[in-house]
């Protein structure tokens, strides 16, 4: 046997000398000490082999290295020296940790690690690692930290997990795309300190034995598809500070039990489907730092002892409720509120001047409620608002609130947005907002102001949306106005203005406009040639010879009507010619006169404003001491370069496709559990790109469902020209649009494959059940406006998926305000061929504008025949071909590639089926494409109607 610690000293010596002599005697000592332990080194050595060949199996399942962390794993160095692993002290070969995040490693997490039995330590997080959670990873039992987020992972968590985890103190799977339930055996973890399982796929509900974690400080389950009630166990967790159920299904009340967590410090339920009222021992939560309840059904009144517990209370959020009654004066009582949002509540009464006392208040966000304001005294709080040094956000827009603004709202320095649109505010605007210089956001708009604009609006010099349409004011614009250099949107249409627009406002001087829209008032005067930076031009007031450069050369982008005494342009304009000696053409270029409206606007400006609007979705930081949440949509960043090398420099050979915005190309890199992404760029020369990108930013940020596309990141930067670049990357859909498996001449470079009648069938449901989720989207529904084929995208498993949101718009409902459109796009509201009538004759966007343009695609799917087929003409339409045929006929205008080669031989029973299942379908499809909007039916009904169509086609 040889004794692997001992050889070295096996040398032959003469021994003549008192030192070989020692070294002698020591070396038979150490040789006798090998001999007499053989099993313990042999079992050690065995151990350590062991360790050794777990990390070569790890390494053999990793498919790429390309910051090579794993280039020196190999046997010419001992393991324990490895990149990312680290042995113990006590057993200097076994290892212990083993740590390799943010590497961008792309392979699978082999089941050998299960080997490391002395494993303590295992994080792989933030890399692209796929496949299943190895069931063996439950054997290691000395396992005290396992981060495995930021991946793509697959399958469902382990119940091994949990069945021998006394030592596991912190387990975060977050960010994949693990499936199925949560494992009751985690409840046996009973060290555990952090869960963390946000942002998968998980369903079910919550494991009343995670009511045992009473180490438990943090557990995050948001951003699943969670279901069922919060168990009453979970009040057991005493040592919980962080409780986020954000972005579920839940269901049911708040357990009264949750009044024994004292030491919560953030309490996040928003959206989800929480209904009754707040139970009262929530109020007794002391360390409370963030009360987050938004966007689910709760209601009732706050109670006038809300704040009497409430020490640290730093953010109060219950938006989208419906909650009533009076917002309580005892709110001062909480004396660290920093942001209040009852927003989209029932709320009555006057806004407590009470409130003024809270020091650290820096948004008062009271948006569509039913609050009033009748005399000086119910505007007092304005004036007590002045206390609070570091306010900046007063957004109070579709209440009651009537009679003239105080002047004294000036006094608020600090005030950086003031939304004060859609009340019956009536008056003159005061002359002392000029005092507002840190103002970047200023709106008025929908109210009974009348007057002149202040001179003084002038000096608000951080001014970047000024937006005061549809009001009674009157006068010339002022002149100062051209101060305003940082300003990116001016909206002043439909009031009573006159005159000529001041020199002052050139686009020269104004570098950073890009939207003003002062149509639909009185003004007058000749287009210049300068305008080119604009994008659209609206019915307007004009006179003189139109441009025929820069934005004027595409008629579909301007929209001149209504002016009689322009003249010139292009043919398409239909315009008169202009007399050669005229005024108008001498003074071709003379500096801007007009009134004009450029599509997009600063992003910042805008994402502030719509995030305040629709509700600030607050997002959790855990390096954030104070608990307060972040205003931020983050997804990993993805710069100019990252997508330059991922299309090959933009290939020709990688476009899949292009819009009336951009392009889209197929690109290689790894975002979440893709390897393969489709990148669309944005044509920001194009009138309306920049806010069809903000559109679809602010609409795919809100929504989640399997039948929708699903964003994976944006990019927002500069091109290697110095010109701005902006594109979206999304899951690549390998199948490519609905289009194409409609029509043969989609795309003559391929050969063309058609569905099946049950896959038709299977991709109407899936558009139809994304559909009815946008359009009974909590709290805010969403109008898609562009439903046509191409718009439909069809992944691997033929499954459905409704993109493009580059016009949507959101829809606000309330008690006392009509439902309306708010939308950040342009005026287009839809594609030739899918737009309904009411949208032709400027009604505003609706959910049946949906319902219609997706009744003229159901059509199209099962006919093959396009709305906008040349045979249409002379007052005749897709619907009125198919009604035509409806119900007798309708086997005759199916389109036959639905049905195999050899349907005829196929049993009369089958035929039955399918008859009864397309008359069904064509049914539908005809009620939903009706003319009268009010007609139509509703998509929830349509998902029923589909879902027993189909059941039909397969009895």
Not at 233 to 254: A, E, V
Request: proline content about 5%; glycine content about 8%; some cysteine.
């Amino acid at each position: 046997m040889t004794c692997t610690r001992c050889h070295l000293f096996l040398i032959p010596t003469a021994a003549t000398t008192l030192s070989n002599v020692l070294l002698l005697i020591t070396s038979i000592s150490l040789i006798s000490f090998c001999f007499f332990i053989p099993s313990n080194a042999a079992a050690t050595t065995n151990a350590t082999e062991t360790d050794l060949l777990a990390l070569l199996s790890f390494k053999s399942l990793i498919l790429s290295d390309p910051t090579g962390a794993l280039s020196s794993w190999n046997t010419s160095l001992h393991h324990c020296r490895w990149p990312g692993v680290s042995c113990g002290r006590r057993h200097p070969d076994r290892v212990t940790g083993l740590a390799l995040d943010s590497f961008q490693l792309d392979g699978q997490i082999s089941p050998s690690l299960g080997n490391l039995t002395f494993l303590q330590n295992l994080s792989l997080s933030d890399n692209r690692l796929s496949g299943n959670i190895p069931e063996e990873l439950g054997r290691l039992s000395r396992l005290q930290y396992l981060h495995l987020g930021y991946n793509s992972l697959h399958g469902s968590i382990p119940s091994a997990l949990g069945n021998n985890c006394s030592n596991l103190q912190f387990l975060s799977l977050v960010s994949n795309n693990l499936e199925g339930t949560i494992p009751s055996s985690l409840g046996q973890c009973r060290n555990l300190w952090l869960l963390g399982l946000e942002n998968n796929l998980l369903t079910g509900g919550i494991p009343s034995e995670l009511g045992n974690l009473q180490q438990l400080d943090q557990l995050y389950l948001s951003f699943n598809s969670l279901t069922g009630t919060i168990p009453p166990t979970l009040g057991n967790l005493t040592n919980l500070k962080f409780f986020d159920l954000y972005s579920n299904r839940f269901t049911g009340s708040i357990p009264d039990s949750l009044g024994q967590l004292k030491s919560l410090r953030i309490f996040q339920i928003i959206d989800n489907q929480i209904s009754g009222t707040i139970p009262r021992s929530l109020y007794n939560l002391s360390n409370l730092r963030m009360f987050d309840l938004s966007n689910n059904y709760l209601q009732g009144f706050l109670p006038p002892y809300i704040c009497d517990s409430f020490q640290t209370l730093g953010a109060l959020l219950i938006y989208g409720n419906q909650f009533q009654g009076q917002i309580p004066s005892s709110l001062s009582n909480c004396t660290t509120l920093n942001t209040i949002d009852v927003s989209f509540n029932n709320f009555t009464g006057t806004i407590p001047s009470s409130l003024g006392s809270l020091q650290q208040l820096q948004l008062l966000q009271l948006s569509y409620n039913q609050l009033e304001a009748k005399t000086s005294t119910d505007w007092s709080f304005i004036h007590a608002l002045i206390n609070c040094t570091n306010f900046q956000y007063l957004i109070a827009a579709n209440n009651q609130l009537q009679g003239v603004i105080p002047s004294s709202l000036a006094n608020i320095t600090s005030l950086n947005t003031l939304i004060l649109s859609g009340n019956p505010i009536s008056g003159s605007i005061p002359a002392e907002f000029g005092m507002l210089t840190n103002l970047t956001d200023l709106e008025l708009d929908r109210t009974l102001l009348s007057g002149k604009i202040p001179i003084e609006i002038g000096n608000l010099w951080n001014l970047k949306g000024l937006i005061m349409s549809n009001n009674m004011l009157s006068g010339e614009i002022p002149s100062t106005f051209g101060n305003l250099t940082k300003l990116t949107e001016l909206i002043l249409n439909n009031n009573a203005f006159e005159g000529r627009i001041p020199p002052s406002l050139e686009i020269g001087k104004l570098n950073n406009l890009v939207q003003i829209d002062l149509s639909y008032n009185d003004l007058s005067g000749q287009i210049p040639i300068t305008i080119d930076g604009c994008q659209l031009l609206q019915i307007l007031q004009l006179e003189g010879e139109l441009p025929e450069e820069g934005v004027f050369k595409n008629a579909t982008a301007v929209d001149v009507k209504g002016n009689p005494k322009l003249c010139g342009g292009l043919p398409d304009y239909h315009l008169p010619k202009c007399i050669s000696d005229s005024p108008a053409h001498n003074h071709h270029s003379e500096s801007i006169k007009i009134i004009l409206v450029c599509i997009g606007c600063g992003f910042l400006c805008i994402s502030i404003i719509m995030c305040l609007i629709a509700g600030c979705y607050w997002r959790r930081s855990q390096k954030d001491p104070q608990g307060i949440m972040a205003m931020t949509w983050e997804y990993k960043k993805v710069s100019y370069n990252d997508l330059l090398k991922a299309t090959n420099s933009f290939s020709v050979a990688n476009l899949i496709g292009s819009g009336s915005f951009g392009v889209v190309y197929k690109a290689s890199m790894s975002l979440g559990s893709a390897n393969t992404v489709a990148v669309k760029v944005l044509n920001l020369g194009q009138h309306g790109a920049f806010r069809s990108f903000l559109s679809e930013c602010e609409a795919l940020r809100n929504v989640r469902h399997r039948n929708l596309i699903k964003i994976l990141s944006v990019c927002s930067s500069i091109d290697h020209r110095g010109n701005d670049f902006k594109a979206l990357i999304f899951e690549f859909m390998p199948n490519g649009s609905l289009e194409t498996w409609l029509h043969p001449n989609a795309h003559n470079d391929q050969p063309f494959t058609a569905l099946t009648l049950l896959q038709m069938m299977n991709v109407a449901i899936d558009i139809a059940k994304a559909l009815d989720y946008l359009h009974d989207h909590k709290p805010v529904p969403i109008i898609h406006c562009d439903i046509k084929p191409s718009n439909v995208l069809l992944d691997d498993n033929m499954t459905a998926h409704v993109g493009d949101f580059g016009l949507a718009r959101f829809l606000v409902r309330s008690d006392t305000v009509p439902a309306q459109s708010i939308t950040i796009t342009s005026g287009i509201k839809g594609s030739i061929g899918y737009i309904p009538p009411e949208y032709g004759m400027g009604g505003q966007p609706s959910t049946q504008g949906d319902v219609y343009s997706y009744g003229i695609l159901l059509l199209e799917m099962f006919t093959g025949i396009s709305p906008t087929d040349v045979r249409f003409g002379d007052g005749s339409s897709l619907h009125k071909h198919v009604e035509t045929a409806f119900p007798t006929r309708v086997m005759d205008i199916i389109d036959a590639n639905l049905f195999p080669s050899d349907q005829e031989t196929e049993n009369t029973f089958v035929q039955e089926n399918s008859r009864e299942c397309l008359v069904s379908v064509i049914q539908c499809g005809l009620l939903c494409s009706k003319e009268l909007s009010k007609e139509r039916i509703a998509m929830s009904d349509v998902v029923k109607e589909l879902n027993s169509a189909r059941n039909k086609l397969l009895k």
